[in-house]
């Protein structure tokens, strides 16, 4: 079985600061680990995915997110935060000797002050 | 834009009715998958369907069905309806099934029941 688990439903921040979204997995094998946006009255896009070639993933918008096997963690981060930034985030776990379908975490709301 | 597409975009019905919710995917997606998004749940995973055939149950009630057409289009069959069916639905298509392939959403359908 695998699970996420995504820390504060709301993040708040002021543009220009460093955005960090955090998520928490549990999987008992190795897992493939996702970040989606969700903008208002959209559909979930993906920002990035870690699949086990780099621990450090960059994916679009600025975005990145480290893989920490130790802490079992996979935390998004952008070193300045945009108004455009403003939508809800969701982590997804997969894995190949485990589940295909991913199993997403509740969504943290990212608010950008200006 | 994803390439999904979902009809209705707004739905709404009145209890111990029925709807269709349609789904076509992205050119060349062989795979739909069907999530309900609301507020307590989250984001959860109803089912998945591979070139027509049903690959994986999630969270679906009985008095819910789905099925993929021979053009690979996939339409949510939700009948008996309850306060509690009132939420977001998306569907999502990949290449094939698979914990490494990303989705691509579309837009969902709201569906509101009175």
């Known amino acids: 079985a695998q699970s996420v688990t995504q820390l504060g439903s709301h993040v708040s921040v002021s543009e220009g600061a460093l955005v960090l979204l955090r998520c928490n997995y549990s999987s008992s094998v190795p897992p493939y680990l996702f970040w989606y946006v969700q903008y208002p009255n959209q559909g979930l896009q993906l920002l990035l995915k870690?699949?086990?070639?780099?621990?450090l993933v960059k994916g679009i918008n600025g975005f990145e997110a480290e893989f920490k096997k130790s802490e079992t963690s996979f935390h998004l981060t952008k070193p300045s935060a945009h108004m455009s930034d403003a939508a809800e985030y969701f982590c997804a776990v997969s894995a190949a000797g485990g589940s295909y379908i991913p199993t997403f975490g509740r969504g943290t709301s990212l608010i950008v002050h200006p | 834009d994803s390439g999904v597409t979902q009809t209705p975009k707004h739905l709404i019905t009145a209890t111990g009715q029925r709807v269709t919710l349609r789904c076509s995917p992205r050119s060349g997606d062989l795979s739909v998958y069907w999530y309900q998004q609301s507020l307590d749940q989250g984001l959860q995973f109803l089912i998945h369907?591979?070139?027509?055939?049903?690959?994986a149950k999630g969270n679906i009630l009985e008095r819910f069905s789905a099925q993929q057409f021979p053009d690979l289009h996939s339409e949510l069959n939700l009948s008996s309806l309850e306060l509690g069916d009132s939420a977001l639905y998306f569907c999502?298509?990949?290449?094939?099934?698979?914990?490494?392939?990303?989705?691509?959403f579309g837009p969902g359908t709201r569906l509101t029941v009175t």
């Open positions: 369907y591979y070139n027509g055939e049903e690959r």
């Open positions: 999502a298509s990949s290449a094939v099934p698979g914990a490494l392939n990303e989705q691509y």
């Open positions: 870690y699949t086990s070639a780099a621990t």
